[in-house]
């Protein structure tokens, strides 16, 4: 009889109906997500936990030690009371709530929008991304803190594209405008502080898909080119679904690739490399400024 193989053909139908909808495991699925950001090339379903294990010491990543002149720590200022009490107020309810910051930010030196804009035009003109420009040698060490304020980075956002996760700026889903206070990199961590006293969503400015951010959101350096994060999400709709992903980290790859591991889906996707937006001559090159000291 043939009723049993057209019994057995149909429920195969079924299960890859079923799989195509959303089984435990799919190939080359794409959620729809556009500018490449979260095309799953290779799905993997509850990823193990990020285990972070001990700091990282330092080390030489794709950007030059030219980027981070010895000499620049020594130029700079102390973090302004006025920055360090507006930042403090704003992160209170989030010590009180979760738990301390890693670092002391009382300890941090501000890099001015000088200092910052000819770090981050060398990094252009090396051809890296904010992911490889962010967990460098410098941002290593125990020792130093480097804070990046509000007027910094709206600055630089003006003069680059930074092509990074972290917006600078931009409207929420209600429409109402939301800052970066300040960023704070060194002693194996880059902490960003937002001018919101609770979590926020919008959609991102350079991905243009829906993201969560937490007003205080912690990257542990792990290696150069490797964040642990904690405080960010991806939404993502797809016809009457909704998936929730919380970034878990996000690492290169040696074929210049960015891997994104999330509690529910792994992503590879192409890395995103800083871009200047003005094109007005430099008078003064990048790489021959850091060869004099900043005054």
Known sequence: MRLPRIFALACLSLLAIA????????????L??????LQFADIEENPPAVDPGPAAPPQ????????????????????????????????????????SLPVAISDAREMTSEHASRFIAEAERQKLGALELFTGGYFQNP????????????????DFN???????????????PFRMLGLFAGRNHVIVI??????????????????AFEPVVIQKILAPSSLKIEGVRIIVKKFVFTIVAE????????????????????????????????????????????????K
């Open 19 to 30: 799989g195509a909808q959303g089984g435990p495991r799919l190939q080359a699925a794409n």
């Open 60 to 99: 030489e990543s794709p950007a030059g030690p030219e980027l981070m002149p010895p000499y620049l720590w020594d130029d700079l200022s102390p973090i302004s009371d006025e920055d360090l009490n507006r930042i403090q107020a704003q992160i209170e309810p989030y010590v009180l709530s979760r738990s």
């Open 162 to 176: 930074l092509n990074t996760v972290m917006a600078i700026s931009g409207k929420d889903e209600d429409d109402e």
């Open 32 to 37: 729809g997500i556009e500018n490449d950001f």
């Open 247 to 294: 970034i878990l980290q996000i690492t290169g790859t040696p074929d210049g690739m960015v891997k994104i591991i999330t509690d529910k889906k792994t992503a590879v996707n192409p890395s995103r490399k800083i871009q200047k937006r003005r094109q007005e001559p430099d008078p003064q090159p990048a790489k021959a400024d850091l060869s004099r000291r900043l």
């Open 194 to 211: 937002y001018d919101r006293g609770r979590e926020f969503k919008f959609e991102h400015p350079t991905y243009g898909q829906n993201f």
């Open 143 to 158: 020792d130093r803190l480097y804070f990046f304020s509000q007027k910094t980075m709206a600055q630089l956002n003006l």
